[in-house]
Nanobody, 122 residues
Framework: VQLQASGGGSVQAGGSLRLSCAAS????????MGWFRQAPGKEREFIAA????????YYVDSVKGRFTISRVNGKNTGYLEMNSLKPEDTAVYYC????????????????WGQGTQVTVSS
């Protein structure tokens, strides 16, 4: 099983990035998907999740209205569209899958991607 996160990069504040999370070895349709991020010296932080079917989403307040989580089960891929990026969004971003409804808890996630770096400059 592998989750491949990609799409990170360096942008200026106010810019946009679209992260992808491509799965192999499992059908993501059987899993909820979450995105986390970890800044240097900080704990891994939950930011968004989407249900198996894509009909339900959840965001933390710090990204609500700026980030959009989505998925295309037919492509076995999830996405995180990030707009109006701020320097405080700088972190390594991880995708993960879970069968649990405790979306905010990283210990409930089964599989993790390797992370992709997002750097936002002011």
């Amino acid at each position: 099983v592998q989750l491949q996160a990609s799409g990170g990069g360096s942008v200026q504040a106010g810019g946009s990035l679209r992260l992808s999370c491509a799965a192999s070895g499992l059908a993501i349709s059987g899993y909820h998907m979450g995105w986390f991020r970890q800044a240097p010296g900080k704990e891994r932080e939950f930011i968004a999740a989407i249900s198996r079917s894509g009909t339900a989403t959840y965001y933390v307040d710090s990204v609500k209205g700026r980030f959009t989580i989505s998925r295309v089960n037919g492509k076995n891929t999830g996405y995180l569209e990030m707009n109006s990026l701020k320097p405080e969004d700088t972190a390594v971003y991880y995708c993960a899958t879970t069968t649990n409804v405790q979306w905010r808890r990283p210990d409930w996630y089964n599989f993790w991607g390797q992370g992709t770096q997002v750097t936002v400059s002011s």
